[in-house]
């Protein structure tokens, strides 16, 4: 594996890490049915982002 796909992973596992984090402290802080709500506007955000991101490295490419 070189080492920039192995730092690609690393940054993509610290991102999913970070999210998981965020999503249950909004759990442990929120109750139901709010904190599913809250969880699923933040995947929502987070995929948008992760778009954008995944758009800008196409476009770096050309």
Do not use: G, H, W
């Not at 594996?1 to 940054?11: A, D, T």
């Not at 998981?20 to 442990?28: E, L």
């Amino acid at each position: 594996m070189s080492e920039e796909l192995y730092k690609e992973l690393q940054k993509v596992y610290t991102k999913e890490a970070f999210a998981n984090m965020i999503k249950t402290d909004i759990r442990q802080r929120l109750p139901e049915p709010y904190a599913s709500i809250y969880c699923k506007q933040f995947d929502n955000f987070k995929n948008v982002a992760d778009f954008f991101e995944f758009a800008a490295k196409l476009m770096r490419r050309q």
